[in-house]
């Protein structure tokens, strides 16, 4: 496992050891003593999701808050997704900055995002299949987010604007300037 900083403190890209054959490949994406070795940060995840959207789907900018704040693992297994981590974490350094990567089938790169950060991502192939794990458990209550496409943070989702599919509930989220940081 190699891992490459960000420049967001603690949101970092992990890049498995792939072994290739002609029958294949196979490769660890998960154990927890050599994440925690290698990233320093806690690999105790309680809950796995699991989506698939199609073409032009942007989902996020998801949080939660409080006790239920959660730091993610993220990865795809079918296509090729622009996951976007926004660090909310009142008094970084890095406050309001983004990171946008691409994750993909092909590239298996994963992105561990930490809490305080809220996430999303644009689905770049026809159809997507996107797996995180998570370190918390989810709780209604307390759902956060921001606006897929706030103008203070300016996001570059690389679907133009006409094949752009947000979900109603993603409309409504505030705007950056809004976030309560509770």
């Excluded at 890049?15 to 154990?31: A, I, L, M, T």
Aim: hydrophobic residues 35%; charged residues 25%.
């Amino acid at each position: 496992m190699e891992i490459e900083q960000t420049g967001l403190k603690d949101c970092i890209i992990i890049k498995p050891r792939v072994f290739d054959d002609p029958r294949g490949y196979f490769f660890e994406s998960f154990n927890k003593q050599t994440f925690e070795e290698k990233t320093g940060l806690s690999g105790e995840f309680v809950q796995d999701n699991q989506s698939y959207s199609s073409y032009g789907v942007i989902r996020g900018l998801h949080a939660q808050t409080g006790a239920f704040a959660q730091a993610k693992l993220v990865r795809v297994t079918k296509g090729e997704v622009l996951d976007v981590a926004v660090d909310v974490r009142p008094g970084s350094p890095t406050y309001g900055k983004h990171v946008a990567v691409r994750l993909s089938a092909e590239n298996k790169l994963q992105l561990y995002i930490p809490r305080g950060f809220v996430h999303g991502f644009s689905v770049l192939s026809e159809t997507a299949e996107f797996l995180y794990k998570c370190d918390n458990f989810f709780n209604k209550a307390s759902e956060t987010g921001v606006i897929y496409n706030d103008t203070d943070l300016n996001i570059d989702w690389l679907i133009p604007a006409d094949q752009q599919s947000v979900s109603d509930k993603d409309l409504l989220l505030k705007p950056f300037a809004a976030l309560n940081h509770g």
